[in-house]
């Protein structure tokens, strides 16, 4: 099997059961899910989140509770700006400067909301939460296949802003759960997996990206993202 054919049977089996959540469809996305919510409070539960105080999250729907719960707990979330398209490439959210964190944390809420940062003007990141389409327990995740999500990871690790023991963490549900080991050099694994019903300590045996992988970006992409233009070696 390869990753679009698991992306694939992920999503129908999510559109079938009836877990899919708005938007609709699931499919070419990171699928939104039944009890989302209760996903992110499990994660709420845990040491790493107690630990963080500036957490990196995906944009997507199903972690909208995740965002909206670190802000409400004191912690700056941390967004990229879609397709790294510009050099200030991070939306910089602090819950001490924001009115409505539930306006906030929404795609079209954080655009106003938030502050553009560069990376330069970035903490360390203490937590890095991502959306998935399938993961294994073993921490193997596949996203929806654009590679955004890996190209950041590897930006932040190029610029020293996230480590080997920096924890990374995904909500699904556990239809996304899937036993697979279809993993790429550029893959960043999931150190926590967790579902409404419980939470998974990966030990994660994959190896994580330490940089950009520059060779494996084409002069095209590279150009369109500031943020890459401007660091190429």
């Not at 719960?69 to 510009?86: E, I, N, Q, S």
């Not at 556990?174 to 697979?180: I, T």
């Not at 550029?186 to 300590?201: F, S």
């Amino acid at each position: 099997m390869d990753k679009q054919t698991l992306r694939q049977r992920v999503w129908d089996d999510l559109e079938e059961s009836g877990d899919a959540r708005f938007p609709f469809p699931p499919h070419g996305r990171i699928p939104n899910f039944a009890d989302a919510d209760a996903a992110a409070d499990r994660l709420a539960e845990t040491a790493v989140w107690d630990a963080a105080d500036a957490v990196k999250a995906n944009p997507d729907a199903p972690q909208l509770p995740v965002r909206r719960a670190a802000m409400r707990a004191g912690k700056t979330v941390y967004m990229a700006v879609p397709r790294l398209r510009d050099e200030e490439c991070f939306l910089r959210l602090d819950p001490a400067a924001v009115d409505d964190i539930d306006d906030a944390t929404t795609v079209s809420g954080s655009s106003e909301a938030g502050v553009q940062v560069g990376p330069d003007q970035m903490p360390e990141i203490d937590l890095i939460v991502s959306g998935s389409v399938a993961v294994s327990e073993r921490g193997a995740r596949i996203g929806k296949g654009e590679g955004y999500s890996d190209l950041e990871y590897a930006l932040l690790r190029e610029l020293d802003l996230v480590d080997d023991e920096t924890p990374v963490a995904t909500t699904v549900h556990e239809r996304q759960l899937r036993d697979h080991d279809l993993v790429d050099e550029h893959d960043v694994a999931m150190d926590l997996v967790v579902t409404p019903e419980r939470t998974i300590e990966t030990a994660t045996p994959y190896d994580r990206p330490d940089g950009v992988d520059w060779a494996a970006l084409d002069e095209d992409r590279i150009e369109e993202m500031p943020v890459l233009e401007a660091r190429r070696p």
